[in-house]
């Protein structure tokens, strides 16, 4: 899916978004239920960050829940590798039901070789860029990913306030993209909600992470319809 943008009556334009809800705001305890609800709700991906406490200053959680989730709830594992190494657990994280594995461009591993390792495994690919990191960074890779994730906050945390400055770096993606990959996937992640969600659509994105907007609200259904449909 390209950016889907349908112009209706009176001018006001309306945009299709994917919304992947960051499972790291869902209640732990209750994992399957929180991950059905926002399923029947519309959401086509489950966002899944994965933090190693180096990479970013925080644990998160590994394979092993993915497994698990994965083999209970069946949909598209869209997962954040937050890792120094994510070469090294590419393989781990597509046995254990991973759709798409993004990694970051700041990372050690290799960009060539892990977007490779991620296609040998059968996932989707896609690169991440942390706010200080400049679009260009990606633009000789546009044609080997499927999805581009620019992150809206410092990753390690939920619940942290958006970025705007991630707006340009959407447009410079989209633009770039539009030229080598029309069909890439470009995902926003951090601080997206109700509020910051239309700027990052209207920027070009077109699957939106949302932890707490989505888990924390009183009716998490409700927030993944408005997003879906903005
Ligand atoms: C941050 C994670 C995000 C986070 C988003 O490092 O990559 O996916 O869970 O949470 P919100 O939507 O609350 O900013
Ligand atoms: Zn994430």
């Known amino acids: ?4 943008v349908l112009p209706v009556h009176g001018g006001k334009v309306f945009f299709m978004a994917i919304v ?4 790291l705001s869902a209640d732990f305890a209750h994992l399957q239920a929180d ?15 994965v933090m190693d406490g180096h990479f970013v200053p925080n644990i998160s959680f590994g394979a092993p829940v993915l497994k698990s989730i994965s083999r209970a709830v069946c949909a598209f594992y869209d997962v954040h590798l937050m890792l120094t190494d994510p070469l090294q657990y590419v393989d781990s994280f597509a046995k254990a039901g991973a759709s798409l594995i993004s990694f970051h461009m700041e990372s050690n591993s290799p ?3 892990t977007i490779d390792a991620i296609h040998a495994a059968g996932c989707k690919a896609g690169l991440v860029l942390k706010p200080a990191t400049p679009a260009q ?17 410092e990753p390690g945390f939920s619940g942290q306030s958006f970025l705007p400055s991630a707006l340009s770096k959407l447009r410079e993606i989209r633009k770039q993209a539009d030229q080598v990959n029309p069909g890439l ?3 926003v992640d951090g601080g997206v909600g109700r509020a910051t969600a239309p700027a990052c659509c209207e920027a070009g994105a077109n699957v939106l992470v ?10 998490p259904a409700a927030e993944v319809a408005f997003l879906r449909g903005l």
């Open 35 to 49: 991950c059905r609800r926002v399923l029947e709700a519309g959401a086509e991906f489950l966002h899944f960050d």
């Open 137 to 153: 960074e990606v633009f000789q890779w546009l044609n080997q990913v499927e999805l581009v994730l620019v992150m809206s906050v």
């Open 20 to 23: 992947s809800p960051s499972l």
């Open 185 to 187: 996937l470009l995902e």
């Open 210 to 219: 949302a932890g707490s907007a989505v888990f924390g609200a009183q009716d």
């Open 111 to 113: 960009v060539g070789e």
């Open 1 to 4: 899916m390209h950016r889907c």
